[in-house]
């Protein structure tokens, strides 16, 4: 029986590569997460007292906690305030006190109604 130096050559290429394939099926999976991984969750951040809260709609900045008072301006939805202090006013109503962060040539404090409706 003669034997080809080719086929020799071959049968050791071909064992080559399936040491290969089988080391690489071996070693892969320990750089991919497992089912049984802890995953991390994404880390709460609670808003602070003095962060500033954004409008959600129009409002009504009045000069005293009272739905009569006279109108200082409108806040427009997305602008930024902060609160200074709440009031509950004899008839039950919640009122805040904000500052505008942006205030710009007009009154920067006012009182807003915790109820309130857009443009109130």
């Given at each position: 029986m003669d034997l080809d130096p080719r086929d020799s050559l071959r049968d050791q290429l071909v064992a080559w590569r399936w040491l290969a394939l089988?080391?690489?099926?071996l070693v892969t999976p320990i750089g991919l997460p497992s089912a049984?991984?802890?995953?991390?969750?994404?880390?709460?951040?609670?808003?602070?007292p003095q962060d500033p809260l954004l409008t959600s709609a129009d409002l009504s900045l009045h000069t005293a906690p009272?739905?009569?008072?006279?109108?200082?301006?409108?806040?427009s939805a997305g602008e930024s305030l902060r609160i200074v202090r709440g009031w509950t006013g004899q008839?039950?109503?919640?009122?805040?006190?904000?500052k505008l962060s942006m205030a710009v040539g007009g009154a920067s404090r006012g009182w807003i109604p915790l109820d309130f409706h857009a443009g109130a």
């Open positions: 089988l080391l690489f099926a049984q991984s802890e995953r991390r969750q994404p880390e709460l951040r609670r808003r602070l009272d739905c009569e008072a006279p109108v200082l301006c409108q806040v008839d039950g109503k919640m009122w805040i006190q904000a």
